[in-house]
């Protein structure tokens, strides 16, 4: 029997090949298998994505291997990435790429293999064992399988000794697939489920009926869970799993990669992995090694872990069936991809679970003006816990007047007097203080007063951040490095009197240590963070009260939970504020929110200090009064009156190039070519093109053109058509983003 197999290659052609499967491959193909095929020259993988009954080609070549054993994308997550392609305006090719790991996708298998013995029953009688063997026999019995080095060294023996077992054929050895389980020398106590109190049985009565299917058939199945932070959110994703498998299901818990600590992934564990070898949880994200990340992956396509805990790609687990998908914290902004395929996860999820007739839970303190929108429309059903499940209060947040602290002598200070007063008071108590700012370096730009000289970024319209350790000045954008002039590098000015303008964290960190030479400072973001361990050790070292007063990005802003910090600063809330971004209010909002929720998660109640230039702003002044409903309601005006999402669609089409002028031109033209769409979508608005906010990147000018519709899966199934048939000239790049997050 001859058998077709029809390939999505992995270089993004747009288009699907035929190739005959030989017979010896047979029984390994079947859709979503990962072959190896020839391409002219060239032996390149793909994914099989039909086995139609005949081809219209004629001479088929046939595929040259097969990677592993049977389907690698489910159908159904087949059917997911051809959604993903079409709706964000990019090739299959490119869409199955985010679909599987990197480690998964290697051309050859990436079990790690070891030696295990294994103690077995001997076919008709044994011969004779001497007294040692006798010893090591018994050992083996008991055991009945295990590594090989293990045995040798629990029973100080060799392996000739083993051998010689092996051939008096009461023991094997063999060469074995070995697990890595990164979490198999944590000690995890396991948890019982809390008894629920009356918000969250309220919520999680709702979620039991819509996965039981119970209830009206045309409500939504995508929840809003907006509960405070502490409100117990995290129990209710616990229960709902349980729930999941008792349905003989599965679950996806998304988490933000930046919030997937050893301390979240703990409180699943805890509750679903009892017993050293259960490896009901598996764990997906950045910091496993390679190796780590392959073998996780494939306990979730055998089965054999039914949940998944990981950051934004985990929304393509090959869960099957799946009940229910968890995004936490569902407004992060990491969620979706900057890079094609441009997806956001939290929306991919909704989608996939439509699909498969799973049950979404959306959690947030601060959900997004999208999803709240969505649940004022009756698209998602909302669910409200509004009170801390441990009966704590909520922090006090008091807004400080920077405006009042600058003084003519000594210019804007870093920390307020009531700022640095109850600093004081919590070194004396020995509790602990966390201090945000985000923004990494000493200073955020380096100016010469004398000529009015800022250092700039080669290659970016941005001004280079100062690093004052290491006397470097250093791009945030595209990582150009270089050293700190002594003076002025003007010459016909080479002043001395360089100044720092724009204050960075290791700026906080330096007055910290002249202000409180006796405290234990710390500062954690990207740059103390060099090594995997960093962030777990000066986490454990903050936990053991070895730091008095951490400081960091918005590394420290998201899910830790430290009982003893009862004090929080943020130096700067108005940093955010001033993005050229129309949700720059939101993402105020959202931060501080955020990080006034690290405080008073113990005993002792918590007090957060907001420093502001703009005291106050909406933003900041709803955030202090914890009302995010009265946020959600002045935003929308603003959102409504400017036609921002959610109030209608938005995609962003950002032109690259070297050359300014070919690039305004291409704008022109590309910008020509979709008004002609107008016809078919009526409520169509267009801006641009003009400069992005980030004007140049990287030594490429930018330029931006805005869409806005009600109708986006029409409008973005046009401009893959009008992007395919557009041309442009040489060295014009066009990046399609459907739903941007980032306007930049
Ligand atoms: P969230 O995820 O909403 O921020 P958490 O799940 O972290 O909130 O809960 C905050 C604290 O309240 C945790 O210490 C948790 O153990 C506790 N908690 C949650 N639900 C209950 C409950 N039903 N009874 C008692 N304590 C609870
Ligand atoms: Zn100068
Ligand atoms: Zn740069």
């Known amino acids: 029997m001859s058998m077709i197999a029809r390939v999505t290659l ?99 298998e ?72 990164p979490y198999a020398h944590e000690h995890i106590v396991p948890t019982e489920p809390l008894e629920l109190n009356q918000e969250q049985k309220t919520s999680m009565d709702a979620v039991l009926k819509a996965m039981n299917h119970e209830g009206a058939a045309k409500q939504s199945n995508v ?13 209710v994703y616990l229960q709902a ?31 679903f992995s009892s017993g050293k070898h259960q490896t009901l949880v598996a764990v997906l994200h950045s910091h496993l090694s390679e190796g780590e990340r392959h073998d996780e992956w494939h306990k979730i396509k055998e089965g054999r872990a039914r949940i998944v805990i990981g950051a934004r ?88 007047d920077m ?30 203080t966390m201090l945000f700012l985000n923004r990494r370096g000493y200073a955020s730009s380096m100016q010469c007063p004398t000529c009015g000289y800022v250092a700039g970024c080669p290659n970016c319209s941005i001004s280079m951040t100062y690093h004052r350790r290491d006397q470097r000045l250093r791009c945030h954008i595209c990582g150009h490095d270089q050293r700190a002039p002594k003076c002025c590098p003007v010459e016909t000015c080479r002043s001395y009197e360089i100044r720092y303008a724009g204050i960075g964290t290791e700026k906080v960190e330096d007055t910290l240590k002249v202000l409180f030479p006796k405290a234990g400072i710390q500062r954690m973001d990207s740059d103390t963070l ?33 009982p003893n910090v009862t004090l929080v600063g943020i130096i700067y809330a108005d940093l955010s504020l001033h993005m050229p971004d129309f949700r720059a209010g939101e993402r105020t909002f959202q931060l501080l929110t955020q ?54 669609r938005m995609a962003m089409i950002t032109l690259k190039g070297k050359n300014e002028e070919k690039l305004k031109m291409s704008g022109t033209h590309l910008k020509s070519v979709i008004e002609g769409i107008r016809e078919e979508i009526k409520d169509l608005a267009l801006a641009g093109p003009s400069p992005a906010p980030l004007e140049r990147a990287e030594n490429f000018f930018r330029y931006q053109i805005m869409l806005k519709t009600k109708r986006m899966s029409q409008l973005s199934r046009r401009l893959a058509d009008i992007h395919q048939s557009t041309k442009l000239p040489e060295g014009v790049q066009t990046i399609i983003d459907i739903d941007p997050v980032s306007m930049h």
């Not at 072959?35 to 793909?46: E, Q, Y």
């Not at 979404?360 to 649940?375: C, D, F, K």
């Not at 429309?377 to 807004?399: F, I, Q, S």
């Not at 090594?531 to 000066?538: N, P």
């Open 223 to 235: 929840f809003l869970l907006h509960g405070v932070t502490g409100s117990g959110k995290t129990e």
């Open 313 to 400: 790609s985990a929304v393509f687990a090959p869960i099957d069936p799946l009940g229910l998908i968890i995004v936490d914290e569902e407004h992060e902004h990491s969620y979706k991809q900057e890079e094609a395929p441009r997806y956001h996860a939290r929306d991919v999820a909704v989608v996939r679970a439509q699909r498969e007739k799973a049950v979404v839970i959306l959690g947030s303190a601060t959900p997004s003006m999208e999803t709240y929108y969505n649940t004022q429309k009756g698209k998602y059903r909302l669910l409200e816990m509004p009170t801390r499940a441990d009966n704590k209060t909520m922090p006090w947040v008091r807004v400080i």
């Open 595 to 648: 990080v006034a929720g690290r405080a008073g998660r113990g005993e002792v109640e918590g007090d957060v200090f907001v420093q502001s230039f703009t005291p106050f702003h909406a933003a900041i002044q709803y955030a202090r009064r914890h009302d995010y409903l009265g946020f959600y309601e002045q935003e929308m005006e603003f959102r409504k009156d400017t036609e921002y999402p959610p109030t209608s």
């Open 530 to 562: 060099k090594k995997k361990e960093d962030y777990k050790k000066i986490l454990t070292a903050f936990r053991l009260g070895k730091i008095d007063v951490l400081i960091g990005t918005q590394m420290i802003a998201k899910g830790l939970h430290f």
């Open 241 to 271: 799993i349980q729930h999941a498998l008792e349905q003989g299901k599965g679950a996806i818990v998304l988490v933000p990669e930046i919030s997937l600590t050893p301390q979240t992934v703990e409180r699943f564990k805890a509750r």
């Open 110 to 181: 990436g079990w790690k293999k070891q030696l295990y013995v294994r103690s077995i029953e001997p076919v008709g009688s044994p011969s004779k064992l001497t007294k040692r063997q006798e010893e090591l026999n018994a050992v083996l019995r008991e055991w009945k399988e295990l590594p090989l080095q293990e045995f040798l060294k629990m029973t100080q023996s060799t392996q000739a000794t083993v051998k010689k077992l092996e051939s008096a054929g009461v023991a094997l050895i063999s060469r074995e697939v070995i697990e890595r389980d």
């Open 10 to 108: 992995e270089i993004a052609l747009r288009k699907e090949f035929d190739y005959l499967v030989p017979e010896e491959f047979q029984d390994r193909v079947e859709i979503g298998s990962r072959v190896k095929v020839p391409f002219g020259p060239r032996k390149v993988m793909g994914v099989v994505t039909g086995l139609p009954a005949q081809s219209e080609h004629a001479k088929l070549k046939p595929i040259l291997g097969v990677i592993g054993k049977g389907s690698f994308v489910t159908p159904k997550v087949l059917e997911l990435a051809r959604w993903m392609a079409g709706y964000y305006c990019c090739p299959v090719e490119t869409a199955l790429k985010s679909v599987l790991p990197v480690s998964v996708r290697k051309e050859k």
């Open 403 to 432: 405006r009042s602290e600058a003084s003519k002598e000594k210019g804007i200070p870093i920390l307020s007097q009531q700022l640095r007063e109850a600093i004081q008071q919590r070194i004396e108590k020995r509790e602990q």
